[in-house]
């Protein structure tokens, strides 16, 4: 069987307040299910959620990093690639709903 954890353990592994733990959620962001009125989150989702995270901070940073390179090749200033980050995000918040 897997561990299910409330509210307030997964606070305390993510080290933030139990207010952020509920926006994360409610947003669709933080994997979770509710019993009645109250929130709770399996153990091995919330270890695939961090590895997927991380995983993700990490592609993202060295895409940053190649776009800035090439930028630099070919006057690409950062404003551009600010927009193209904020259009990626809007875009897949879009898909989310």
Not at 39 to 56: A, G, T, Y
């Amino acid at each position: 069987m897997q561990t299910v954890m409330t509210v307030e353990e997964v606070a305390r592994l993510l080290k933030v307040s139990g207010a952020t733990i509920y926006r994360e959620v409610e947003k669709g962001l933080l994997p979770g299910f509710k019993i009645g009125r109250q929130w709770r989150f399996r153990q091995e989702e919330l270890e695939n959620f961090i590895q997927e995270r991380s995983s993700w901070r990490r592609k993202f940073q060295s895409l940053l990093d190649e776009l800035q390179k090439e930028g630099a090749k070919k006057d690409i200033t950062e404003k551009i690639v600010s927009q193209e980050i904020t259009a990626v995000r809007g875009a897949k918040r879009r898909r989310k709903r």
